[in-house]
């Protein structure tokens, strides 16, 4: 028998849920946007679009083919910056199995983690046990910290100020233009040097750094589609050589675009 739920939201959910672990997908779904936490943890992948995760105060950038893995009772909420979005998440019910499970984690999804959690989209939002899906979930959980430990952590805080936040949203949405940051404070009303200081204090980075850190994410996100050569990429991202992106790729990555495809 099936108990699918089609009408209750995941946080008013997952808590009384008997399973172990729980599977919640749906097409252009969108994360709770208000503040809230649950006992259970969750694995949240973005298999489509760009999603900002807000923790403690802290806003954090999850792209397309990324993931966080939020701990039980870690209160926080999302907003997109996608008309459209596909989000896959998996709710566990967790002890203290390992100090990994008991931190925030956001993390790029290899190719092979992304098959199975794909897979898992059998059980969305069914309550009947399992056995199945419980070892199939299972290996999931069990395997993060050696997915996590292989994966690219590209970790972005995104500012929280309001001007700084559109700042950011216009540097998302035209990462493939060339990107001047004199420019980028002029249509914006601020001085560079205004916009450098307060950008650096809320993100601990320069916007410089910002901008090339969103350039290889994008890219990331295109190398992995498949469709696309390196030097497709370099110019769809911005770049204005191939050289240029490699070497910004291997700055921030420690590998080459071509060692990222395995070729």
Aim: glycine share 4%; charged share 20%; no cysteine.
């Amino acid at each position: 028998m099936d108990f699918t739920i089609h009408s209750e939201k995941p946080n008013e959910l997952v808590d009384r849920i008997a399973k172990k672990a729980y599977v919640w997908f749906e097409d252009n779904w969108k994360h709770d946007t208000k503040e809230h936490f649950h006992k259970r943890a969750q694995l949240v992948y973005v298999e489509k679009g760009f999603q900002y995760l807000h923790v403690n105060g802290r806003i954090y950038l999850l792209p397309q083919n990324h993931a966080a893995w939020i701990p039980s009772n870690l209160s926080h909420r999302t907003t997109t910056v996608s008309d459209n979005i596909n989000l896959r998440t998996i709710f566990y019910s967790i002890g203290s199995e390992n100090i990994f499970y008991d931190k925030l984690r956001i993390f790029s999804v290899p190719p092979v983690l992304r098959e199975i959690i794909s897979y898992s989209s059998k059980w969305s939002k069914i309550e009947q046990y399992s056995i199945e899906e419980e070892a199939f979930l299972n290996a999931i959980f069990v395997g993060l910290p050696s997915f996590f430990k292989d994966a690219m952590t590209l970790n972005i805080v995104i500012p929280n100020d309001e001007r700084l936040l559109q700042i950011s949203n216009f540097i998302i949405d035209n990462i493939g233009n060339d990107l001047q940051v004199n420019t980028i404070a002029e249509n914006y009303n601020i001085s560079l040097r205004s916009l450098e200081r307060i950008f650096k204090k809320e993100t601990t980075i320069t916007i410089s750094k910002y901008i090339q850190l969103v350039r290889i994410i994008k890219g990331i996100e295109f190398l992995s589609t498949g469709k696309y050569t390196v030097s497709q990429v370099a110019y769809l991202v911005g770049y204005k050589s191939l050289q240029a992106f490699s070497a910004s790729f291997f700055q921030i990555l420690n590998k080459r675009p071509n060692e990222f495809l395995g070729v």
